[in-house]
């Protein structure tokens, strides 16, 4: 594995463990520069199509999921570890689904229920922008079980 900081393409495996998304982390050391990184193995899957809404057809990209999951938690407490997970287990679920071509649809609503039991101004934005409210009536009537459990909690 080359170094990302030297680019010496020789290094030895620290720790290597394995992830509940099927990949194997695997933390390395440089044998030229002695810096430490992290690599990710996964099995390559059978590519997945996304359906888009107007019907065209693209490949799955979880780095599509990954930025739009960036902007919505802009400025909030969250951890690149728990958007990587959130990512990663949209993925494990469109996989676990086993189709080989997955509505957009599926793929929002996945993200839109994790972002709601992660943090509530992050889906609160997210869905804003999925859900395309027509007026604010929309976008209130989306709030109200937000701000009702709000209430209930002490």
Not at 114 to 131: E, Q
């Amino acid at each position: 594995m080359r170094c990302p900081f030297c680019m010496f393409d020789e290094s030895k495996v620290i720790d290597s463990r394995t992830s509940a998304d099927f990949s194997i982390r695997r933390r390395r050391e440089c044998l030229s520069c002695a810096r430490r990184f992290t690599t990710y193995e996964r099995i390559e899957e059978s590519p997945i199509k996304v359906i888009k809404k107007d019907g065209s057809r693209v490949a799955f990209d979880k780095d599509r999921i990954r930025a739009g999951v960036e902007k919505a938690c802009y400025k909030r407490p969250i951890s690149a570890e728990q958007i990587d997970q959130l990512v990663g287990d949209v993925e494990a679920a469109i996989y676990e689904d086993g189709l080989r071509e997955v509505p957009s649809r599926r793929i929002g609503e996945l993200v839109f229920n994790l972002l709601r039991d992660l943090d509530k101004v992050a889906f609160v934005r997210f869905a804003s922008v999925y859900r395309e409210f027509k007026d604010v009536h929309d976008f209130v009537d989306e709030l109200q079980p937000i701000l009702e459990n709000r209430r209930r909690e002490p």
